[in-house]
């Protein structure tokens, strides 16, 4: 097994644009499947690499039983919203209601270099956004109202997890949710 530990907010890496894949060797491969256990892991329905401290655009996604991955991802939104509690692996414990686009059209690489689409609504959208904003160093929380911005940064504040130097949570126990993320 190759689960990593999953960073949590509060560390630098969460709000570090990553850098685009440039080489697709076996180093890249090992982060795909790092990312994918951890995931499953967790469990959580996507993760980015940042999320395990690695500045990389890539992440997993893990939506319908079906695991995947996309390398330099390149989005296409619906001007459609959906709106669904959001969760993130980084922010254990908080779920608040997000706006994302219904459907999206994600165009990247695999592991191994060759061009993909990934095609999406409802949660598997979600899942790419999310993923996709975590290589921009974006959290969903930035993506909420001022108003529930704020409450989530007090629920942060008051968790436990919030300042520990070393991250050992890496979800709630009944965190077996597809909408963590
Ligand atoms: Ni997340």
Known sequence: ??????????????RTPAAPVETFDKE???????????????????????????SLRVFTYWVDDEPGHLVNPDLDLSDELQIGDEGCLSLPDLAFETPRSLRVVA???NMHGEPVVIEGSDLLARAVQHETDHLDGILFIDRLDPEARKEAMRMIRASEWFGEATPTIQASPHAISSRWL
């Open 107 to 109: 165009k990247g690489m």
């Open 1 to 14: 097994m190759a689960v990593q530990p999953i960073r949590l907010f509060g560390d630098p890496v969460l």
């Open 28 to 54: 890249l491969r090992r982060l795909v499947r790092d990312l994918t256990e951890t995931m499953i892991d967790a469990p959580g329905a996507g993760l980015a690499a940042p999320q395990i401290g690695v």
